[in-house]
């Protein structure tokens, strides 16, 4: 597939990208460990099309945390296995909305078995791994780049390929805060083809235990403001410990939002134990400063006004590197 008919290495159109899937025999579609909606929906519609193109193909997602709960929502078809499960040596691998190879988590080996890699992604610190990039920071969704491969790749759209790309493109833009008339637009070219947004929503984010209100609570009481970090923008952070992150994996990830809103201009923190010691960190702001700097600079990644990073140690240990990069300054207070 790296013949003189197909693309060179490096930067491809979605043209040359719908190409690669083209000659791939048999492809294996990741999205990046812990997948959120967007690299769930992008890599589940990459398989379906090829599915329904003849071409073997399944998607899996790295551990070693198991995918959410919330995949099964968007794959209706089966076409999601576990990582054990997963190709060896496929000859394509494509990956989506992964900036770098660590995201990949227990599946990173799959970089050097398999032929050649398709990186489609839309992240700011996007590292330049893979053999082939179809990579666009300006995009607010890796599902829109998704979207335009399918298009040159000649797969129509359908209910099930509308509501997986929509769950993508609604919750990378903010529920359409951001993403601009681009978004807005193929929103409206998934739901005349069958998306239903609030069937969707509610299966995907929707319902929860009601055992999440008590445990929701005491992380919310935790919570902290540090008004005099990130040069004087604040910082809100909370922890969830390894109890309640276990239990309720799939409830978590909806507290950055909470926090966010409480935190101005400034930045909100969620750390969440996911083993004793090893924490996973989101982080959201107004782009000012530049969370995408921050996680990188931490091992992780992102975007401007959504970023994250992957660390072991102790709680304060993080907050006090996450203090740092988010400010030279070194003095800080803190108030409940
Ligand atoms: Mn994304």
């Known amino acids: 597939?790296?013949?003189?008919?197909?693309?060179?290495?490096?930067?491809?159109?979605?043209?040359?990208?719908?190409?690669?899937?083209?000659?791939?025999?048999?492809?294996?579609?990741?999205?990046?460990?812990?997948?959120?909606?967007?690299?769930?929906?992008?890599?589940?519609?990459?398989?379906?099309?090829?599915?329904?193109?003849?071409?073997?193909?399944?998607?899996?997602?790295?551990?070693?945390?198991?995918?959410?709960g919330t995949v099964a929502v968007l794959d209706p078809d089966g076409v999601t296995v576990p990582p054990a499960d997963a190709p060896r040596e496929p000859d394509l691998l494509v990956c989506c909305d992964i900036s770098s190879p660590r995201r990949l988590g227990d599946l990173a080996d799959r970089l050097d078995s398999a032929t050649a890699t398709l990186v489609i992604d839309h992240h700011a610190s996007f590292t330049g791994f893979g053999t082939y990039h179809l990579v666009d920071p300006t995009a607010p969704a890796t599902v829109l780049?998704?979207?335009?491969?399918?298009?040159?790749?000649?797969?129509?759209?359908?209910?099930?390929?509308s509501r997986t790309l929509f769950a993508g493109l609604y919750t990378d833009t903010g529920g359409f805060r951001w993403g601009g008339a681009d978004a807005l637009r193929l929103g409206a070219e998934l739901v005349d083809a069958g998306a239903e947004p609030r069937d969707l929503l509610r299966e995907l984010t929707g319902t929860r235990p009601f055992a999440w209100l008590a445990a929701q609570a005491t992380v919310l009481a935790g919570a902290r403001r540090e008004p005099d970090a990130a040069a004087g923008a604040g910082l809100v952070w909370a922890e969830v410990d390894v109890a309640t992150a276990t239990r309720f994996r799939d409830q978590t990830m909806t507290l950055i939002g909470q926090l966010l809103a409480t935190?101005?201009?400034?930045?909100?923190?969620?750390?969440?134990?996911?083993?004793?010691?090893?924490?996973?960190?989101?982080?959201?702001?107004?782009?000012?400063?530049?969370?995408?700097?921050?996680?990188?600079?931490?091992?992780?990644?992102?975007?401007?006004?959504?970023?994250?990073?992957?660390?072991?140690?102790?709680?304060?240990?993080?907050?006090?590197?996450?203090?740092?990069?988010?400010?030279?300054?070194?003095?800080h207070t803190m108030e409940p």
């Open 1 to 68: 597939m790296t013949g003189p008919t197909g693309p060179v290495p490096g930067p491809v159109t979605p043209a040359g990208a719908a190409a690669l899937l083209r000659g791939a025999r048999e492809a294996l579609v990741v999205g990046h460990v812990r997948p959120d909606a967007d690299a769930a929906g992008s890599a589940i519609a990459l398989a379906t099309a090829l599915r329904r193109a003849g071409t073997r193909a399944v998607v899996s997602f790295g551990g070693p945390d198991p995918a959410p």
């Open 145 to 161: 780049l998704v979207r335009a491969v399918l298009a040159e790749f000649g797969t129509p759209l359908d209910p099930v390929l």
């Open 263 to 331: 935190a101005g201009d400034g930045v909100a923190a969620l750390l969440t134990e996911t083993a004793p010691g090893e924490w996973s960190v989101s982080l959201r702001g107004t782009g000012t400063p530049d969370l995408s700097r921050v996680a990188t600079a931490l091992g992780g990644g992102g975007h401007p006004a959504a970023a994250g990073f992957e660390r072991a140690g102790t709680r304060d240990g993080l907050l006090t590197l996450l203090r740092a990069e988010l400010a030279p300054d070194p003095c």
